[in-house]
């Protein structure tokens, strides 16, 4: 065995196996793939090989397209047949519901340019004569689909990697891992040891045990699952024509035919975790003891819709273990702390995810980032809050869901509520609705005070739109205050923090302690990779606030620059200071008078201007206070110890009474930022565009030195970006856009929306997007596509509220 490689990837299952070829495939030859047993020896073995490009995430889903389309080039590079039955897969709805998400899917798909589209319930019997449609509204289905044989696709992927120059070591179990002082790392194998470069964690069933082997405890846990096949069936031997796949949803089964036998699986609602502790060593190409009576009620639902399943008897039971995060969905990417060692785990749709996988690690191993915006698989979008309750509650929830629908209005119960401040019972008493993000409770909207309010999940207008109304009103008219303790905040401290700082983000950094600037980062290709206010401290030191979701996606990217952004600088402090300090924002015209009745400090602009920050003592609390809202009004942040959060909270709302100072959540915020034209981060601010199409270039300052990203922003064409963020007033009626649908120009789909909703003092349905610029100059001609209707779109040159941002610097 070689002792040398420049990346070792532990695991070949399909994920592994894919990882290793899409190294080869960026031109990495010294790339080796080493396996425990055989390939496939994992989950991959048993699997139903099932392959969908369906998915709620876009850039998921082009994923998934992509997995979907590399299965006959890796058949053509290897010569080993993947098994390919590209028979189409029928989604089924049973719902109104059901039928208004299918509606929202086909746009997604359409602005993707896949083929799934609406099949009429005519064209479903004849190419599924099997299934009985009097339970079925409507369906879709996309040709592209299909089943694959899992062992071929591993086998494919391996020998196509080898035949680019990778090595493929069996038999060998990776034993230890051992981080070097260089950042490389000592892989103690059965066989030998290795030096490598890189680790890939691909240990699927085992991933946790090879994560423990880095000190690292990974968020995911195996759960057993279910398929049974049939006897043949002579309604299957009939056939002149292999069936599509299927999948019910509100049977919650999908279904294929397999030679000439059926193949059914579900998720059940008694959803059971395997191994949870930890998964044995010695578990090897073994299957689960059956246990049809937790799927028996499922399988009456089956029998019902899939008629012939009462003819045959059962000819096999499939129950195997297959791993899951919270949200079901992979954990990639590099961890924290651990330099040079990168997660592909967590995949329980190995063969709808796992070629976007390999190419997303792949990339971010050659490249330093992943390509595109894939925080819907990042592993850090999970926390140290993931305790193993949480793991296990939720992960339960998501098996139990995964045929469930899911509302984009919808909040899901499980390991509910999250964390808390010491200010959650007061606004719960106020009427607050909770969301939680990062496992954090934050306001959404307020019912009736005093009143527990649940909202209704729809796709259309909720119950929360009347006072979603009332809050936005509050705020152009009065003040509103909402909890900001969710974002995530970082204090960065030490003799050379200034010039630290001013190497990681574009732009410059603000010029005296008590200034306050927002600082967009960016990747070494010049693309978003965050937005951050950075408020100057002392001359060395710094508060930066970001997205609450993005605490541990921060935490990692300032660790792993802490001592190499300034070679030959050491001291950098960067404190995670999220939880230890709350906040709340005041914001509408009578803010300033809020704060000028709660201290004695002089609040005029003069003295207090726009991106001014300052410590105020109010009452015995000392809030550190700066000028700057996301509302588009005059606006305050105020950040204090969670100790003096009670106190400052108190005194806010005692003195608002004679301002009429009312609570508000994210809602109306989103509503109220549209109504500007603000964009937000993972939505307009992502890895998928550069900051001169999300009209962030004022905020990038190549002209100050050096910071990441500088060359390639250099490069780049300030003044004509291939796209342009545009904001819509949407002909809307009782369903606004939410983010995700296409967008058209001249009857050709080119964009989607990145986020969208009611402006509630305009009085307009919003939308924001990006749109190829030579159609942003046309400026005419748009529509929307919401639940299958197009809607006219009128382009806004300027946002539709105080464009010219009087009101934020009043
Ligand atoms: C019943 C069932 C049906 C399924 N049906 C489908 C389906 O229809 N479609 C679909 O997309 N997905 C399906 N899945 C899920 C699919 O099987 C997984 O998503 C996929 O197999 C995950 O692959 P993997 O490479 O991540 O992990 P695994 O297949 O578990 O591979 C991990 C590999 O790592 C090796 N390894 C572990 N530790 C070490 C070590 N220390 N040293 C060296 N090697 C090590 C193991 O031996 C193993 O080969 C199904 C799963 C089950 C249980």
């Known amino acids: 065995m070689q002792t040398h490689a420049r990346v070792v990837v532990i695991g070949g299952g399909v994920v592994g196996a894919s990882v290793l070829y899409h190294l080869a495939r960026r031109g990495w030859q010294d790339v080796m793939l080493i396996e425990r047993s055989e390939l496939t020896s994992g989950s991959t073995w048993h699997a139903a090989g099932g392959m969908h490009t369906l998915n709620g995430d876009v850039n998921m889903s082009f994923l998934q397209s992509y997995t979907i389309k590399i299965y006959d080039e890796i058949e053509r590079e290897s010569g080993q047949s993947c098994g390919i039955h590209r028979v189409g897969c029928l989604y089924l709805a049973s719902t109104d519901a059901r039928a208004d998400f299918f509606k929202a899917e086909r746009a997604k798909a359409h602005y993707l340019g896949l083929d799934l589209d609406f099949m009429p319930l005519d064209e479903v019997a004849k190419i599924h004569p099997l299934v009985d449609l009097s339970h079925f509204r409507t369906a879709l289905f996309d040709p592209n ?113 397999e030679r000439r036998s059926f193949l059914i699986g579900t998720y059940e ?370 950040y204090m110890p969670e100790a003096e959060q009670l106190a400052v909270y108190r005194a806010l709302v005692e003195a608002g009474r004679e301002f009429d100072l009312k609570h508000f959540g994210v809602r109306a915020l989103n509503s109220l930022r549209l109504e500007k034209g603000y964009g937000s981060w993972g939505r307009e601010y992502t890895m998928d565009y550069t900051p001169f199409e999300a009209s962030l270039g004022r905020f990038v300052r190549p002209e100050k030195g050096s910071f990441i990203g500088r060359d390639a922003v250099q490069a780049m064409d300030a003044t004509a970006p291939a796209r342009r963020l545009a904001l819509f007033a949407i002909d809307g009626d009782e369903a606004d856009p939410m983010g995700g649908e296409p967008l058209f120009h001249r009857g050709r789909c080119v964009g989607r929306l990145t986020s969208g909703g009611y402006g509630h003092w305009v009085q307009k349905s919003l939308g924001l997007g990006y749109l190829p610029s030579e159609a942003a100059s046309d400026g005419q001609g748009f529509e929307v596509e919401i639940l299958g209707r197009r809607r006219h779109a009128e382009l806004l040159d300027r946002p539709p509220y105080d464009p010219d941002g009087f009101r934020l610097r009043s």
Not at 224 to 246: K, S, V
């Open 145 to 257: 689909d299909g089943h694959v044989d899992p062992n071929g696709v591993t086998n494919a992927y391996a020998k196509a990697a080898q035949k680019r120059g990778a090595s493929v070591v069996l038999r060998n179990p990776v034993k230890e891992l051992h981080q070097k002082p260089d950042g490389g790392w000592r892989v103690v194998t059965e066989q030998g040891t290795v030096e490598a470069e890189y680790v890939v964690n691909a240990g699927g069933l085992w991933a946790r045990e090879v994560g423990r082997m880095a000190g690292i405890e990974l968020p995911i846990v195996p759960m057993e699952h279910q398929y049974i096949l049939t006897n043949d069936l002579p309604e299957i031997e009939a056939l002149d024509r292999e069936l599509p796949m299927a999948i019910d949803f509100e049977g919650e089964s999908y279904s294929r035919q």
């Open 269 to 638: 609602q008694d959803a059971r975790h395997w191994a949870v502790d930890g998964t044995p060593a010695d578990f090897g190409h073994e299957l689960l003891p059956p246990d049809l009576d937790r799927i028996a009620d499922l399988m009456a639902i089956a029998m019902e819709r899939f008629p012939l399943l009462r003819n045959g008897g059962i000819k096999r039971v499939v129950n195997g273990g297959m791993v899951f995060a919270p949200d079901g969905n992979p954990i990639i990417g590099p961890v924290r702390s651990l330099k040079n060692y990168f997660c592909a785990c967590g995949v329980m749709a190995g063969f709808s995810q796992g070629g976007g996988v390999g190419l997303a690690v792949a990339n971010w191993i050659v490249d330093g980032e992943p390509g595109m915006d894939v925080f819907a698989m990042d592993v850090a979008r999970f926390g140290e809050f993931v305790t193993r309750d949480f793991l296990l509650t939720k992960t339960e929830e998501n098996y139990r869901r995964r045929f469930m629908l899911t509302f984009p209005n919808e909040e899901l119960p499980a390991a509910r509520p999250g964390k808390t401040t010491p200010v959650y019972p007061k606004l719960k008493a106020e009427g607050a609705v909770f969301g939680m993000a990062f496992s954090r409770e934050y306001p959404l909207w307020y019912g009736k005070k005093g009143e527990t309010t649940v909202e209704t999940p729809s796709f259309r207008r909720s119950n929360a739109f009347p006072f979603v109304d009332e809050e936005c009103r509050a705020v152009r008219e009065a003040v509103g205050i909402w909890e900001t303790s969710t974002y995530s905040k970082f204090e960065i401290a030490g003799p050379h923090a200034a010039e630290w700082l001013d190497n990681l983000v574009a732009n410059k950094l603000p010029s005296r302690p008590g200034r306050t600037i927002l600082c967009p980062l960016l990747t070494p290709t010049g693309r978003v990779a965050g937005d951050l206010t950075v408020t100057r401290l002392e001359s060395e030191r710094f508060l930066l606030v970001g997205s609450g979701s993005a605490e541990e996606y921060y935490r990692r990217l300032f660790t792993s620059l802490q001592s190499d952004l300034l070679p030959g600088r050491s001291g950098i402090e960067i404190v995670d200071v999220t939880e230890t300090l709350c906040g709340f924002s005041i914001t509408g015209p009578r803010a300033r008078d809020l704060l000028a009745a709660v201290t004695q400090h002089d609040m005029s602009d003069h003295e207090f201007p726009f991106l001014s920050a300052t410590l105020l003592a109010i009452g015995n609390a000392q809030p550190l206070v700066v000028r700057i809202s996301f509302t588009g009004e005059l606006g305050y942040e105020l």
